[in-house]
């Protein structure tokens, strides 16, 4: 039988997770011979989605080291794919996202002749350094790719803006939805302490993360004031901030939010307990890109610290509101959705835009099809 050879390239957790369900469906695929390459420009949070999905790599670059600058994770990737790529010869390789990562393994894919499918394409917030190098990242891997995997019909109408053929683009849904699906659990048991101690049926829990580059000092103080300020007015919440590594952000937050009643600041979660804190919490305050795709998925309201997002079909969904980093509009957004029942029912309960727990499936499908493999092409998420 003849075997399509398909790579699939990644480096940091968000990749992983949204990979997963995408490496598992090609391992499924008799056609498919599947080539698992991870660059680790993140390391030990990496490893743990590969450890929850039981992902193998078949190459490990490893490039990860403290302090490491954008160039040195490019040059990186770039060096250690060519030989990689040579060596397998894969008839396409498929990138996720927005990560340096995603950008550098197109280049080396292009440079060596080998087709390249974007999954997650299209996002845009056509702002340069908004999220920064992300935004970028993104549009300089459209430019290299061959095959684009939309999340939704947005996406899809912004790479056709960029004279993208049509043919080319392929709506799926998002993969983190499938992801998301597989790993919550009614009956799943925290192991950090605290988490097992709060009574998530009786108080209204909120979920902060922060830790996007451009909101690190000013914007960040006032993201953690806010909070504050919500925790202190409002008896019947707590909240849970798992704290991201970085020390600017670790510092900060310790200064205002450290010892203070009913907030949680714990050591950051690997991704299973993460999603089944999301999916018990009552709300999500975040900068995060993917967990505004997530956390709707669980019937959460999601409020973004961020001036603006690639991911503005939830805004219209009504499942995010955006609040960016002024403290006064983030307290009033949240402070809302806390005492007003109907305005958090409104958001809770409004359909998530971005998938529905197939887009693995219809990737593999379309790949298939690009190769002969089948007369099928799939049938596009919403359509």
Do not use: W
């Not at 498929?94 to 550098?104: C, E, M």
């Not at 919490?281 to 690639?310: F, N």
Request: aromatic share 6%; hydrophobic share 40%; glycine share 6%.
């Amino acid at each position: 039988m003849q075997k399509i050879k398909v790579m699939t390239i990644f480096g940091t957790r968000p990749e992983a997770i949204k990979m997963a369900p995408v490496i598992k469906k090609l391992c499924e695929t008799p056609e498919i011979k599947p080539i698992t390459v991870i660059t680790a420009q993140h390391r030990e949070m990496l490893d743990q989605v590969l450890d929850l999905f039981q992902i193998q790599p078949d190459y490990d670059l490893d490039i990860m080291k403290s302090g490491q600058s954008l160039t040195e994770i490019t040059v990186k990737v770039l060096q250690g794919l060519e030989r990689v790529l040579a060596e397998t010869g894969p008839d396409i390789v498929l990138v996720h996202g927005d990560t340096s990562t995603t950008f550098a393994a197109s280049l080396a894919s292009f440079y060596q002749k080998v087709r390249i499918a974007h999954v997650e394409a299209g996002l845009r917030t056509n702002n340069k350094y908004s999220p920064f190098p992300e935004e970028m990242n993104r549009h300089l891997t459209a430019v290299l790719a061959d095959l684009h995997f939309a999340p939704t019909e947005k996406s899809r109408e912004n790479l056709e803006k960029e004279n993208i053929p049509a043919d080319r683009i392929f709506v799926t849904g998002n993969t983190v939805i499938d992801a998301l699906l597989e790993t919550v659990d009614a009956d799943y048991i925290f192991q950090n302490k605290e988490l097992k101690d709060i009574d998530f049926d009786n108080r209204k829990v909120l979920l902060l993360t922060s830790h996007r580059r451009e909101n690190i000092g000013e914007p960040m103080k006032n993201i953690f004031e806010a909070a504050l300020k919500i925790i202190r007015d409002n008896p019947d919440t707590e909240l849970i901030f798992p704290v991201h590594r970085n020390p600017e952000v670790r510092k900060l937050a310790f200064s205002i939010l450290g010892g203070i009643e009913r907030v949680h600041l714990i050591e950051p979660l690997d991704y299973q307990p993460f999603a089944n804190l999301m999916a018990r919490s009552y709300l999500v305050m975040t900068d995060s890109g993917g967990i505004q795709e997530e956390a709707p998925g669980l019937g959460k309201p999601v409020i973004v610290l961020r001036d603006t997002t690639e991911r503005p079909e939830a805004v219209e969904a009504g499942t995010v509101k955006l609040a960016g980093t002024d403290a006064g509009l983030i307290y009033d957004t949240v402070r809302e959705l806390i005492t007003d029942e109907e305005a958090y029912k409104k958001m809770a309960n409004a359909v998530n835009p971005y998938g529905d727990g197939k887009a693995a499936g219809r990737i593999v499908q379309r790949l298939l099809f690009e190769f002969g493999l089948s007369d099928n092409p799939g049938r596009e998420f919403g359509r």
